[in-house]
């Protein structure tokens, strides 16, 4: 082979050989599209996924609504018997003295409950229980219906006792509902644990925690007809 046709033939091969890169660079383009492809689906499908998993957040915060009430609730916090105002120390006494009288051969679990009416008197109550569980009567609805009955119909505070190792104890669903009825602002009420011992006359010591909630922050969204 001549020498001409030697470079020619190498010329040739050259050629073929950037070709053949140009083609493989595609081929591998192609390649890593696909795989991008892929790759996009299996991100949108996961998308997908946590979109159906998670809450949506749509709409507007309940604050912003007019056709909820928004009632000034009082302040609700704890503070130490002792440091309590004498409005709040005497319910709880009386509630501490009503839950000496709680019958609740059933549950054992004893609950005193006491009742300031507008007109300033306290009435004070402690559950009833009975053999067939559905006629029992809370603490609070106790005291309350004692007052209603002998013509108080607005109160102005509560408080409640019972010894839960748990912590406070405060009034179920039905209770909340019933004293909300009777309350025409919010009202505070007081919450405290039985001292455990079984003395004759229990009392709180200074230091025993109290809980000062309401009945707006206990029952916020309470069944209407207004
Ligand atoms: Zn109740």
Same mark, same amino acid.
């Given at each position: ?63 912003? &609504? ?20 004498? @409005? ?11 839950? @000496? ?36 009567? @809370? ?57 455990? &011992? ?15 909630? &309401? ?6 969204? @309470?069944?209407?007809?207004?």
């Amino acid at each position: 082979m001549s020498k001409n046709k030697m470079s020619q033939k190498r010329k040739e091969l050259k050629k073929c050989m950037k070709r053949l890169d140009a083609l493989q660079n595609e081929l591998a383009k192609r390649k890593t599209y696909k795989r991008l492809k892929c790759y996009m689906e299996q991100l949108k499908e996961l998308q997908n996924e946590v979109d159906r998993r998670q809450p949506r957040q749509i709409g507007y915060p309940v604050s912003g &609504s007019l056709k909820i009430p928004h009632p000034v609730k009082l302040h609700e916090y704890t503070i130490c018997f002792g440091q309590l105002d004498n @409005c709040g120390r005497e319910l709880l006494e009386d509630a501490l003295n009503a839950r @000496c009288y709680a019958y609740a051969p059933y549950s054992n679990f004893k609950v005193g409950a006491a009742f300031r009416s507008k007109g300033g008197k306290v009435f004070t109550g402690c559950n009833v229980e009975n053999v067939a569980f559905t006629p029992c009567c @809370c603490a609070e609805r106790t005291a309350l219906v004692k007052g209603i009955s002998e013509g108080c119909k607005t109160f102005n505070a509560g408080a409640v006792v019972a010894y839960h190792p748990a912590g406070y104890t405060t009034p179920c669903g039905v209770c909340r509902q019933f004293i909300h009825e009777f309350a025409k602002m919010d009202i505070p009420i007081y919450i405290a644990q039985a001292p455990e &011992s079984s003395a004759k006359v229990p009392a709180f010591e200074d230091d025993e925690e109290v809980l000062v909630t &309401s009945i707006y922050h206990l029952l916020p969204h @309470c069944f209407s007809k207004y």
